[in-house]
């Protein structure tokens, strides 16, 4: 048994201590928005965050989340899209085929609450999740603007 909060809310889940969190996240919470990618922790389909950090959820045992951990998923970051990042996503057309795009809007808002105001170089070293479209440039300008840094701020 484990005890998470995710979202804000408490969840006790019946699962081998060795499970990823992205699998207790999707198949026993219920919340599929966190994706499946490589499962090695390197493509970033699967972040999330853990106390407002940034984390790769496939390869984190859920035995090394503690219950007075917070756990945000997309659908937690803005349930009405609200986020400055998600409207920036939406503004500037970002995604392409739009399934790395929750680890890499999830990964975004850890940059912004990290550094506030991030230059490029910043946006290109704090980010490495992959994208298979290789949407990079709107996604570098999506986080410009959401950070409102950009001649479209």
């Keep these: 048994m484990a005890k998470l909060t995710v979202n804000g809310r408490l969840h006790d889940v019946q699962v081998d201590p060795e499970t990823p969190l992205l699998w207790v996240i999707r198949e026993q919470i219920g919340l599929t928005g966190t994706k499946y990618g490589c499962g090695v922790a390197q493509c970033g389909a699967c972040t999330v965050h853990i106390d407002g950090q940034a984390v790769r ?65 910043d946006i290109r070293t704090g980010i490495t999740n992959i994208c298979r479209c290789g949407t990079y440039n709107r996604v570098q300008a999506a986080v410009q603007r959401a950070a409102g840094t950009s001649a479209n701020g």
């Design 57 to 121: 959820s496939c390869s984190m045992p859920v035995s090394a989340v503690s219950e007075s951990q917070k756990i945000t998923t997309i659908e937690g970051l803005s349930p009405d899209g609200s986020h400055p990042v998600q409207k920036a996503w939406v503004a500037l057309d970002v995604p392409q085929c739009g399934y790395c795009q929750s680890g890499m809007i999830m990964a975004a808002a850890a940059l912004l609450a990290e550094n506030a105001k991030p230059s490029l170089e």
